[in-house]
Structures are given as C-alpha cells and as structure tokens.
Nanobody, 132 residues
Framework: QVQLVEAGGGSVQAGGSLRLSCAASGSIFRHRCMGWFRQAPDKEREGVATISLDDSTPAYADSVKGRFTISQDNAKNTVYLQMSSLKPEDTAMYYC?????????????????????????WGQGTQVTVSP
C-alpha cells in the first residue's frame, strides 16, 4: 500500500513563499507521474503541477506558471512544490497525488494535469492560507 504524506503548509501573507513536500512510502519511481492538486472551499479540485519521473519534465497550470516549481528528490522519495509570490487566490487545501499509469512524459504534462481521476494515490492534504 502506497502512502503519500504532505507537509509544509501554513499561513503566509501575499507575496510570501512556502515549500510543500510529499514523501512516498515506497520508491517514487513506481509512479511515473506525480502531481499537486488543490481545492478551495466550494470549488472543484484543480491541477497545479505535475512532473514526469521519466525525464523530470514539469507542467503547470496557467494560474501558477512562473511562481510555482515542482521538483523531485529520488533519493528521498519525495516530490516538492516550491510556491513563491503567493496570492490570496492560492488559498486552498493542497494534495499530492501519484499514478501507476505510464503513458509517457507528454501524457503526464498534458493529460494528468487536467485529470485528477487518473491518479491512484492521494495524500491527506496540507492547508495553505494566503492573507492579503
């Protein structure tokens, strides 16, 4: 059974930074594509960023491009989300996700980012709150 454990959420003022981490219980290489999603109250869950573990290629939602960076540390079985220039609209519960599906790097960037249903495993979530 795979477990994903997120950490690093908190409360910051607009313009601040946070780094989220997602530690996997097993080798993250089992999951060819990992991602971060978020869900604000009364809103649908949306993709924030994904990373293909085949070639470390990232993809980002338009709303976070240039501000967020997703990365992986294979030795630590951990995926990170560095968030900078945070805005109040970034306030949400952030979830880490992993999928065993292996359809290539392009699929991870262009399909998985938009489709939370393809992910097999989810973390418990970590709250990010950005005040004006």
């Amino acid at each position: 059974q795979v477990q994903l454990v997120e950490a690093g959420g908190g409360s910051v003022q607009a313009g601040g930074s946070l780094r989220l981490s997602c530690a996997a219980s097993g080798s993250i290489f089992r999951h060819r594509c990992m991602g971060w999603f978020r869900q604000a109250p009364d809103k649908e869950r949306e993709g924030v960023a994904t990373i293909s573990l085949d070639d470390s290629t990232p993809a980002y939602a338009d709303s976070v491009k240039g501000r967020f960076t997703i990365s992986q540390d294979n030795a630590k079985n951990t995926v990170y989300l560095q968030m900078s220039s945070l805005k109040p609209e970034d306030t949400a519960m952030y979830y880490c996700a992993a999928t065993l599906q292996n359809h290539g790097s392009m699929w991870c960037r262009e399909v998985a980012l938009m489709t939370s249903g393809v992910f097999d495993y989810w973390g418990q979530g970590t709250q990010v709150t950005v005040s004006p």
